[in-house]
């Protein structure tokens, strides 16, 4: 079983519409979740840190179900810009020294 | 905000040979460095890490004679790949954390292609 696993689309959506990702992982000891953005042959960003109570940063949304090991990400008013793929991140030691574990991503694609 | 610089960008070379990847933390002290490698359409797989001053602790399958990870200052990290065979091209990237900061700065790795 894969730790965190994503759906890897392609999401083809119309631009300004809503778009919505999800993700689940495995681990259960996982402390520290994240989405983070990776353009084509670029180095991942960090869109937005993921806490339980769920939080929001202008168009995006993230929501953490710790029960059901899930988590989501929700995009409003998409643009050409956000085209990229959006990796689910988990860190089981919550800022310890361990490493991220990635989701594959999810590609997503703003049509004009 | 904090920078990590990384380079080579791209390198291609011939299989056999060796290649050294360097990671810089450019404006503050990287107390662990992470090293990653992501093949084409897969997720990155995390495949050693490193603290300053002490031996890197590798992922289970990532072999540590075949990847020489040295993090001698908190600046500098590299990551040597020995004997370079084609199935070692891939995206590799960096990723570097400071004492006791939540975040983690990336790289902007390098894509080698051994041939």
């Known amino acids: 079983r894969k730790e965190v696993e994503q759906d890897p689309g392609p999401f083809n959506v119309p631009e300004g519409a809503t778009v919505a990702f999800n993700c689940t992982y495995s681990?259960?000891?996982?402390?520290?979740f994240f989405w983070y953005r990776q353009d084509c042959r670029k180095e991942p960003k960090l869109l937005m840190s993921?806490?339980?109570s769920g939080n929001e940063d202008g168009r995006f949304t993230a929501q953490l179900n710790r029960a059901s090991q899930y988590i989501s990400l929700l995009i409003r008013d998409s643009k050409l810009s956000d085209s990229a793929t959006y990796l689910c991140v988990v860190n089981i030691a919550g800022g310890g020294a361990d490493g991220l574990t990635f989701g594959k991503g999810t590609h997503l694609i703003i049509q004009p | 905000g904090a920078v990590v610089s990384q380079h080579p960008s791209r390198v291609i070379c011939k299989s056999g040979t060796s290649v050294k990847i360097e990671c810089r933390s450019l404006d503050f002290q990287a107390t662990t460095m992470f090293w990653y490698r992501q093949f084409p359409k897969q997720s990155l797989m995390l495949m050693a890490t490193s603290n300053e001053g002490s031996k890197a602790t590798y992922e289970q399958g990532v072999e540590k004679d075949k990847f020489l990870i040295n993090h001698a200052s908190l600046t500098l990290s590299t990551l040597t790949v020995t004997s370079a065979h084609p199935e070692d091209s891939s995206f590799y990237i960096c990723s570097a954390r400071e004492g006791g900061n939540y975040g983690y700065t990336f790289g902007s790795g390098t894509r080698l292609t051994v041939v």
């Open positions: 993921v806490y339980s």
């Open positions: 681990n259960s000891a996982s402390q520290s």
